[in-house]
Structures are given as C-alpha cells and as structure tokens.
C-alpha cells in the first residue's frame, strides 16, 4: 500500500498549495501573529481535504446530487465570510505581535478555517479530478480509504509546516512597516478574492 499512500500523499501536497484565499488567510495569520497560529488554522483546512477526499472516494454517487443542489449557497457563504475578513483587515490598523497560543485560540483558529473549508464543498470535484489522474479509481475503494486519507493529511500538514516555517522566517528580516503593507495588500486580496465569488455565484443563480 505504499504506493497507494504516496498518491494521497501527492493529492495532500496539491491540495494544500498555498493558493486562494483561505491559504492566503492562514499565511497572512502566521505573518502577523505567529507560526503556530498559522499552522493550526492550516490544519482545520487539510482536515477538510481529507472528509472530502474521502466523500470523494467512497460516497460522490449518492452525494452529487446534494453538491449541486446547494454548491450556489455554500459558495455565497464562503464569499461573504471572505468580503468580512479581508474589509475588516483592510478597516483597522494592522499591529505585527507575537501571541501566546493558548488551547482555546488554537481551537478558534483551528475550526474557523475548517468550517470555512467545509462549506467549499465543490472542492469534492478538484480531489474527483486528482484522484482521477492518478487512477486512484483503479484501487478498491474501500480497502485503499486509511491510507489516502493518512497521505492526505501527511501530505497536507507537511506542505504546510515548511509554508509557515518559511513565512516566520521571512518575516524576522523585514521591518514592522513592511509587514503591515504586506498583511494589507493580502486583506486586499481576500476581500477582492470574495467579491468575485459573490460576483460568480449571482450570476450562476440568475442567468
């Protein structure tokens, strides 16, 4: 099954390219605060990954229809969420600190990016067209699910602790001035990021 776990692997580290605005979330969040808070809001988003890789795998018959149905007012959720997070970055005055990770913060981060994840449900059908190229299809469902989910989420955390780490680092040769231009130009982005959605989601309702 090695062979079997590396394609989760692979389908992990794709998956948790720090790209979109919820990878642009947690990198601004690792920049401004700190590594952990960062990576701990990553993590709510690979655990994601993972349920929808195996949705994706073993149930996408009997839940495609539900995916269509509501994809539209999941994906107006996500855009507002998004519209709110990047005006309210944009709005205030961005402060660079160093926070102490306490249990109840890491759950808040934790679950903050993973409901956001979560209600991205067409992301199914981007982990439908990996496993698809890399003909995971041609395994048994059932016997071959624990380890693409392991090589999910081990592909995922992996990407996303060198993500982080390489963040933290990066941030510690720059001044403070820098680092707030860069935490205002990605809450510029996530705003931008959410009114496209918004924008793309109204028109798929009214046409």
Known sequence: MILVTLKGVITGLILSLPFGPIGIYCMEKTMVENQK??????????????????TALLFLAHVEDIIVRYESILQIFVAIFLIFVGWKKLEKKVEIRKIECTPTGMIKDYFTTFLLALANISGVFTILVIFTALKVYSEEPSVVAPFIAFGIFFGGAIEWFVTTYIIDRFTKVLDEKKLIKISQISGGLIFVCGIFILVLCLIKIFR
């Open 37 to 54: 808070k960062g990576y701990i809001s990553a993590l709510g988003m690979v655990t994601v990954d993972v349920i929808y890789g195996m």
